[in-house]
């Protein structure tokens, strides 16, 4: 009667391991079939993380640096924007002096025609800075 007892006992643990395993494999399973499926990145939500005041400093130079890469060349209908983003960034309370300095560097030398918009748009940003 005892050994029955044991052997019920070790059996229904070894079905209770056996089931927390499949429950943590089919966890991890779910996590990275839905890390691989993502939305693009557009220009506008990449504006809209730098301009959430909540946004950490990780996500504002993830967001800078995918506009730098992806949505760099400036239009006359686009060079508002970017000004709007360049005051953004330096009144951020997250931001840092190297984000702004690289931001504004990288787009006046890929936009050189707009370097006296970029340079103003700075201007007004930093004397904006608390």
Request: contains cysteine; positive net charge; glycine residues 2%.
């Amino acid at each position: 009667m005892p050994a029955t007892l044991i052997l019920t006992m070790v059996g229904l643990l070894f079905l209770l391991i056996v089931l927390v395993f499949i429950y943590v494999w089919i966890g991890r399973t779910r996590k990275s079939v839905s890390d691989t499926v993502k939305k693009p990145e557009t220009f506008e939500s990449l504006s809209a993380i730098i301009k959430n005041t909540s946004s950490s400093a990780i996500e504002l130079h993830r967001a800078a640096e995918l506009i730098l890469e992806n949505f760099n060349a400036m239009t006359p209908n686009t060079a508002k924007a970017y000004q709007d983003l360049v005051q953004t960034l330096c009144v951020h309370p997250h931001t840092d002096s190297k984000l702004i300095l690289r931001f504004e560097k990288t787009l006046r030398s890929i936009n050189p025609q707009y370097n006296d918009e970029i340079e103003h748009a700075l201007k007004r940003g930093l004397a904006a800075r608390d």
